[in-house]
């Protein structure tokens, strides 16, 4: 069964720090981009990070760039989100998602998130 669990989301005051985890399972990484997501309430879906499969190439978002660090283990079939020097309005649920466009098909998988709430 292939699945995306995602772990690490919790309560941090502001200027924090929390790393986020997301285990694939069912797959293997290693040949897929994995991207970090983050939707807060009333807002759109808005996309924090990305890596590409071999790790090589990352990209952020403006407003998380020089905080958060998104990082790959394909021996662990893991793909992280380093969180630092974190801001209320990064409170949101943070999703991650893997993709493997070929040329027979995409394969796009989804986690069912995990709560981040920066508050003091």
């Known amino acids: 069964q292939v699945q995306l669990v995602e772990s690490g989301g919790g309560l941090v005051q502001p200027g924090g720090s929390l790393r986020l985890s997301c285990a694939a399972s069912?797959?293997?990484?290693?040949?897929?981009?994995m991207i970090w997501y983050r939707q807060a309430p009333g807002k759109e879906r808005e996309l924090v990070a990305a890596?590409?499969?071999?790790?090589?190439?990352?990209n952020y978002a403006d407003s998380v760039k020089g905080r958060f660090t998104i990082s790959k283990d394909n021996a662990k079939n893991r793909v992280y989100l380093q969180m630092n020097t974190l801001k209320p309005e990064d409170t949101a649920v943070y999703y991650c998602?893997?993709?493997?466009?070929?040329?027979?098909?995409?394969?796009?998988?989804w986690g069912q998130g995990t709560q981040v709430t920066v508050s003091s």
């Open positions: 998602e893997a993709i493997l466009r070929t040329t027979a098909r995409d394969y796009d998988y």
């Open positions: 890596i590409s499969s071999t790790g090589g190439i990352t």
């Open positions: 069912g797959f293997t990484i290693s040949t897929y981009a």
